[in-house]
T-cell receptor, first 114, second 116 residues
């Protein structure tokens, strides 16, 4: 089955700096990679996603890159703000006819220091 | 509705009792997913449905866990003979189509299950 590794587990940055979270996956059949933000006590919310036919995707201050050969993908947050503080999860979904399983990373707790 | 609705928000059970959680997906969404999130934040996939049919149950502990999605009823996740390690937040999510398509899955607020 799929195995997703995520690091770092915690990350502290000064407001205005950039934050990078990295994930690797093991199943070459995975072709969809969503990222979720979960604030304390709240539901996970999708912030950006990327499919395997794309190498990079950007949405304002958030960008995701994907390297299919190396099986790794990363989340980049620029100009961080205190409201970016949350736990971020990467995930991988395989492309398989009878399979709809999302494998999550362990999460990265991001703290943005004002 | 426009949001995934999970009930109850918090459920307390004594060890060995049964627990039943409910999820109403967003209207028009064909896929429903259940996840277990334990205290260390890690998400564990349990099961997914396509309408009322089990689509993928590879994450489901077979002995005590069961789930259903019946027409015109909320989906349910039931745990028999609960154990202390079942304490977690259980999230339900729904999506209009298969993951990887143009629409993502939407999560509910979760049910916090506490086993005493």
């Amino acid at each position: 089955g799929e195995n997703v590794e995520q690091h770092p587990s915690t990350l502290s940055v000064q407001e205005g700096d950039s934050a990078v979270i990295k994930c690797t996956y093991s199943d070459s059949a995975s072709n969809y990679f969503p990222w979720y933000k979960q604030e304390l006590g709240k539901r996970p919310q999708l912030i950006i996603d990327i499919r395997s036919n794309v190498g990079e995707k950007k949405d304002q201050r958030i960008a995701v890159t994907l390297n299919k050969t190396a099986k790794h993908f990363s989340l980049h947050i620029t100009e961080t703000q205190p409201e970016d503080s949350a736990v971020y999860f990467c995930a991988a979904v395989p492309n398989s006819g009878g399979y709809q399983k999302v494998t999550f990373g362990i999460g990265t707790k991001l703290q943005v220091i004002p | 509705g426009e949001e995934v609705a999970q009930t109850p928000k918090h459920l307390v059970r004594g060890e060995g009792q049964k627990a039943k959680l409910y999820c109403a997906p967003i209207k028009g969404h064909s896929y429903v997913f259940w996840y277990q999130q334990v205290l260390k934040n890690e998400f564990k996939f349990l099961i997914s449905f396509q309408n009322e049919n089990v689509f993928d149950e590879t994450g489901m502990p077979k002995e005590r866990f069961s789930a259903k999605c019946l027409p015109n009823s909320p989906c349910s996740l039931e745990i028999q003979a609960t154990k202390l390690e079942d304490s977690a937040v259980y999230f339900c999510a729904s999506s209009p189509g298969r993951l990887g398509g143009n629409q993502p899955q939407h999560f509910g607020d979760g049910t916090r299950l506490s086993i005493l």
